[in-house]
């Protein structure tokens, strides 16, 4: 890789400053400063104009940037248009329809087991649980494989959060043999679930290879049941901490007004988003936020700090559905924006459409603060509560 050009650099002290408490702001600060920032031998994207821009620009900004395939997210124009219009086909709004009463069945299970007046773990009790639940039902997954899934989600995010990555690969392999099994189990017989139907598709007139069909089950699975869990606690603690948008959630929730309930959850993930960030390969030499990237530069877009940049929003952390839904970019933008986004709203909307409904309020606990994801992992690490 050519030397790092001129201009604006994070150094350590400024990307990590407040390691383990709201590195929201260190992203904050380091925007004002610099929307597109040379860090180490990368590019950090952190304005919404500039994020928006390369995110939507895949030609010269390449998702193909890790030696693993992952379909679609790593692959790019008509490979990537062929592939996701497979999964596309997975995630419409009748299939996530059908898929309703079940979430709602296993949301209201959960939500009536956990105690009351007393200190709950969000993200132990309710978001791990609902995650695993919810996805392995989605996906026609045997309910005794749940504690297998939830050991993996805790040695991944430790994984994560170590930086190790031989360890992080030795235990996306790990997820990958639990995929495998589940395939080997169908082959015996028809399997009539998602999962035995995805083994039976095809692309460019031939069938869908093993590697393929494992690349897409963790696209689904292996990032969505750690990303849904951290969405649970980020979107309890904000209503614990803000009665007022509880009390507002709740009137929607009673309404029975599932489009705002959901506009709602989207813009308290905004304001917290825990989906950090993606990275871009750059494919030729350019210019970004006024920065020269060269080619082959690898760029991360920062979608936490581009959903605060007040450029965009007046009051990063002010609470408005209306207003800043057109901008959102919770869910990213581009080719590339999450196919799933209708399912995991679903699926949110329904846990906590269940939560308030059993509960008149949701309070922090009093004796244990709320504690911050650290480093690379986004959202809160635990999140300790009180129904009542």
């Not at 709740?250 to 993930?269: G, N």
């Not at 993606?278 to 006024?290: E, F, K």
Request: hydrophobic share 40%; with cysteine.
């Amino acid at each position: 890789m050519d030397e790092p050009t001129a201009g604006p650099r994070v150094e350590p002290a400024d990307a990590h400053a407040r390691t383990g408490e709201d590195r929201r702001a260190d992203h904050d600060d380091l925007r004002a400063r610099c929307p597109v920032a040379r860090d180490g031998d990368r590019w950090m994207v952190l304005g919404h104009r500039e994020v928006a821009s390369a995110a939507t620009d895949p030609a010269t900004y390449s998702s193909a940037v890790t030696a693993r395939r992952a379909i679609p997210n790593s692959l790019d124009g008509d490979e990537h248009h062929a592939y996701r219009a497979l999964v596309d086909r997975y995630l419409t709004p009748e299939r996530v329809a059908d898929l309703e009463p079940q979430a709602r069945a296993g949301a209201a299970q959960i939500v009536e087991a956990l105690p009351r007046g007393v200190t709950v773990k969000t993200i132990a009790q309710i978001g791990l649980p609902f995650a695993v639940r919810t996805q392995s039902t989605w996906l026609g997954w045997p309910s005794d494989l749940e504690p297998t899934l939830v050991a993996w989600i805790h040695e991944n995010q430790a994984a994560t959060r170590s930086g190790d990555r031989r360890r992080t690969a030795a235990v996306a392999e790990q997820f990958d043999q639990i995929v495998r099994s589940l395939l080997d189990a169908r082959r015996c017989g028809p399997a009539r679930d998602l999962t035995g139907e995805l083994m039976r598709e095809t692309i460019h007139g031939r069938a869908l290879k093993d590697d393929e069909t494992v690349s897409i089950l963790r696209n689904w699975t292996a990032g969505d049941l750690g990303s849904l869990a951290m969405s649970v606690g980020v979107i309890v603690h904000f209503l614990a901490a803000r009665p007022a948008v509880q009390s507002e959630v709740r009137e929607l929730v009673l309404a029975h007004d599932t489009r705002a309930v959901e506009a709602a959850l989207e813009e308290i993930l905004r304001i917290d988003d825990p989906f950090v960030s993606n990275r871009r390969r750059a494919t030729a030499a350019t210019r970004l936020g006024g920065e020269q990237v060269e080619a082959g530069a690898l760029v991360v877009l920062n979608w936490t700090a581009a959903n605060r940049d007040p450029r965009v929003f007046d009051d990063p952390d002010g609470y408005d559905p209306a207003a800043n839904a057109e901008a959102n970019l919770v869910f990213g933008i581009g080719p590339h924006a999450c196919p799933g986004r209708a399912l995991t709203l679903m699926e949110l909307r329904v846990l906590t459409t269940e939560l308030l409904r059993a509960t008149t309020s949701i309070d922090p606990a009093p004796d244990r603060p709320a504690v911050r994801e650290a480093q690379s992992v986004g959202g809160w690490a635990r999140v300790p509560v009180v129904l009542r």
